[in-house]
């Protein structure tokens, strides 16, 4: 099976599912990665935007990934970005991959950017084009979402489990490459908080850890 993972920002592929990305890639299947934005502000330096691409590749290559694409466009300012230009890079990285299952942002992140990524991959994965995607999931994000405002719309509502007991230390460690954005608890990007997260979501099903998706289409 191959499996396409959507990320705004390097990071994101890890604390949304790197313990699912690691299970997967451990079972045999092929895991992509795409990184729609550099992850700086305008004002970051080239030097620091780099840094973290690195961090991104050794994490990414730690999980078992088998390719991760970069983007580059702006974080900040993907607004700027002509909306036919990025619907347009994730119609090409889709068609080229042609992955089973693709994991996207939810919608409700605060960001406006996992906002708009989450639009364009929608228009890139409807099942018009020569290869069509049969499953697409939506994950979850500590530090964008359920810090949006608080309504029906923005709310992630878990409809899928996935058991990664077996693969959360390995989560967390692929976490530690990225230095540049790891924080110290009780921020969200802590290691304390992502392993908290994992820990509820495991209980939820009974299980030491767990990672909670919510399935936006399944085509059988």
């Not at 502000?41 to 970069?70: H, M, Q, W, Y």
């Not at 950017?113 to 994965?125: F, G, I």
């Amino acid at each position: 099976m191959k499996v396409l993972v959507v990320a705004p920002h390097p990071d994101d592929e890890i604390l949304g599912m790197g313990g699912l990305t690691a299970r997967y890639a451990d079972e045999g299947n092929e895991v992509y990665v795409c990184v729609v934005t550099k992850g700086g502000l305008p004002l970051f330096s080239e030097e620091s935007v780099e840094k973290v691409r690195k961090e991104c590749r050794e994490a990414d290559n730690f999980l078992g990934i088998k390719e991760t694409v970069f983007l580059d466009y702006p974080a900040a300012m993907l607004e700027d970005v002509p909306r036919h230009e990025l619907n347009d890079a994730l119609v090409r990285t889709i068609q080229r991959i042609r992955p089973d299952e693709v994991y996207i942002p939810h919608r409700g992140d605060m960001q406006l950017d996992h906002k708009m990524v989450v639009d364009a991959v929608m228009v890139a994965l409807r099942p018009k084009y020569e290869h069509v995607v049969r499953r697409v999931y939506a994950y979850e994000t500590l530090s964008e979402t359920g810090w949006d405002v608080p309504n029906v719309v923005n709310e992630f509502i878990p409809t899928v489990y996935c058991d990664i007991s077996e693969y959360i230390e390995k989560k967390l460690e692929a976490l530690k490459i990225y230095q540049s954005q790891l924080a110290e608890y009780p921020n969200p990007r802590s290691l304390q908080a992502v392993r908290a997260l994992a820990m509820y979501r495991g209980a939820t099903i009974n299980v030491r850890a767990a990672e909670a998706f919510s399935l936006v289409r399944e085509i059988r």
